[in-house]
């Protein structure tokens, strides 16, 4: 594949609309049975995790390549987080696991699926609710990871239960609903970014092994990568690298400490910078928890953190933001000293994204290209915003063969686990969309918003959307009990028509082999996968036809599942012999679907070629240059 301004090209000059899944949500995790990562247990003696297993055992490889090939998402996300390779200590690699990853990746090419490695977390890790880093990146600092969550530092789902229990809940109470991103803005997450991206400007002195902080935790994470690329060099299924997904800015560019500003989620509890830091090191802090109804306007009531007054550090550390001279104490009091520490950054206003995000970017995509010039590289800005800021900018003289894998998900129904095709609710004006036809077009808006900024700051690279989704264990999981997804399919068919609208590039989230109605994708209680307990769910919302190399210029697609009539217009150039593919999944199709192809020149003919095992279209310009729409409808023998 290669890049040509804003598409990607195969090596017959085609342009490719690539379609894929995450694989998986379970990589998230140490292999182990279904919900075991739910467990509290699954957080004891991390030096002996094992990821051999993700995404899937060995021997299931084949059945589940198979499948997504069928299914046409033939290039994929494919999960792995630092954690795996490195859980043993810095410098220890997991050959065990690189071994496997290699035998899995050579299943997947011979299954003609192609993949992009996307160095994974979310929060930081799992000891601070989510996944992603070693547990001894903060160890190194001398927090207790047993403190974590006692201290309010950090939201577990393992932990939840145990520190939770009352008489209406005796084994723990429930974990409160799409909680855990909520860890972004607590102490422990926010601390580790703060000082993974900008430790050399607002903790200069805080060293470890005779480097700042910063530029550490950067080597231990490119090496560790690097290593993985190593390993898996000649794998080719390996189209490209991410550099990390969902990066956060921690306490970077925050003005006032005092101050909750920014939070990812809008209710539950909502402490600011200060209350956090205060609460890490020993001092019990109140905390408002911000009500649902009121969108998080509101306070509804107040929380106790740390209530036992521990600290979270172990003895002989401390908050490295007080060694920074952020605060100290006074007579064992905490007092606030530089409310602004994070605000400023060489005299003006802190850009994360630009001050410290991209030059990371730019250093892990230098580091790694030194294995593989070559290689595709999908960077991402800030998770889960629909704001275009939220992307870096990207200049000439930086880094080519990039692609802008930015996410978006429809919050409303990722938040609330239910879904009305009529009814959203958009996230940064807390504005009311009403009707069907409104809440179509604002999805489509939103992507094509993404794509605007990258083709006005960011070279008009290509876009691919990296993540999007939805819950099924929507509406208090009815569709468990009767087996009835049609609002699933409804859902993800209008989010993959903004999709096919904007003519994306997309890696739905996700495919999670072992996802059981119980435990979903294994963590914080998603269940986003389209596959689980051995079938897949809703698959008319997300197999859809659509064009896999086009021999000229896409113009437009447009997929009406419930009709089963599929268009596709591009605009042919005469220079390209090969053939123009199009994925028509035989459930929807049949064996002899009704195929038109119209081009603009009355004289001109489109020879096309039906394969129906292979469930490709094949159309050949055969010298015609020019406009081609070409119209397929469902015929006799669907299912078949």
Known sequence: MKISNSAILDAEGRTLLLRGVNLGGGSKCPFGPPGWGLQ????????????????????????????????????????????????????IYDEAYLAYLRKILLIAENKGISVFIDPHQDVWSRWTGGDGAPAWTLEKLGMDLEMLDRTGAALTRQRYGELHKSAKHPQGE???????????????????????????????????????????????????FRHCYRRLKNCGAIA???????????????????????????VGPRPSPWGAMRAASGHTVNVPIYSAGSMGRKVERYETFNPEGLSLFKEGFSCPWKQAGVWGDE?????????????????????????????????????????????FFFIEGMPHSSQAASHPSWEKKDPPNTVNAFHWYDGFALFTKTFRPWFTIDPDNAKLIIGRKKVGAYFTKCLGDGITWTKERMQNMPCLLGEFGLAFDLNKRKAFAGGDYSIHEEALSMYYNAVDANLLHSTL?????????????????????????????????????????????????????????????????????????????????????????RTADATANIRWEYKFEEQRLFAHNDSYNGEVEIVVKGGPGIGQ
């Not at 993700?54 to 490889?61: D, G, I, S, V």
């Not at 490209?240 to 101050?259: K, S, V």
């Not at 064992?332 to 994360?352: C, S, V």
């Open 40 to 91: 509290p247990e699954s957080l004891k003696n991390p030096e002996n995790a094992s990821f051999v297993g993700r995404p899937f055992p060995l021997e299931e490889a084949e059945s589940h390549f198979e499948r997504l090939n069928r299914a046409g998402l033939t290039f994929l996300r494919f999960i792995i987080t630092w954690e795996a390779l490195e859980h043993a200590g810095p410098g």
């Open 174 to 224: 429930p974990f409160p609903r799409m909680m855990w991103p909520s860890n972004y803005n607590r102490y422990a997450a926010a601390t580790m970014f703060s000082l993974f991206f900008a430790g050399k400007t607002y903790a200069p002195n805080l060293e470890l092994d005779g480097a700042n902080i910063q530029d550490w935790l950067q080597e231990r994470y490119i090496a560790a």
């Open 240 to 266: 490209g690298w991410g550099a990390m997904n969902e990066p956060h800015f921690g306490f970077i560019g925050l003005r006032d400490l005092e101050q909750a500003e920014n939070p990812m989620v809008p």
């Open 331 to 375: 007579n064992g009091e905490p007092r606030l000293l530089r409310g602004d520490h994070f605000a400023q950054y060489k005299g003006r206003q802190a850009d994360f994204i630009d001050d410290f995000l991209k030059p990371f970017i730019i250093r892990f995509i230098n580091k790694m290209k030194e294995a593989d010039e070559n290689t």
């Open 509 to 597: 989230w996700n495919y999670t082999a072992d996802n059981t109605n119980e435990s979903g994708d294994g963590w914080n209680d998603e269940d986003l996968s389209i596959f689980s307990e051995g079938k897949e769910r809703a698959a008319p919302g997300w197999k859809r036809p659509y064009p896999m190399a086009v021999a000229g210029t896409p113009l437009a697609i447009e997929w009406n599942y419930k009709r089963r009539i599929f268009r596709c217009r591009f605009r042919a150039d005469s220079a390209i012999t090969a053939p123009t593919v199009i994925y028509l999944p035989m459930e929807f199709f049949g064996k002899t679907p009704e195929i038109k192809a």
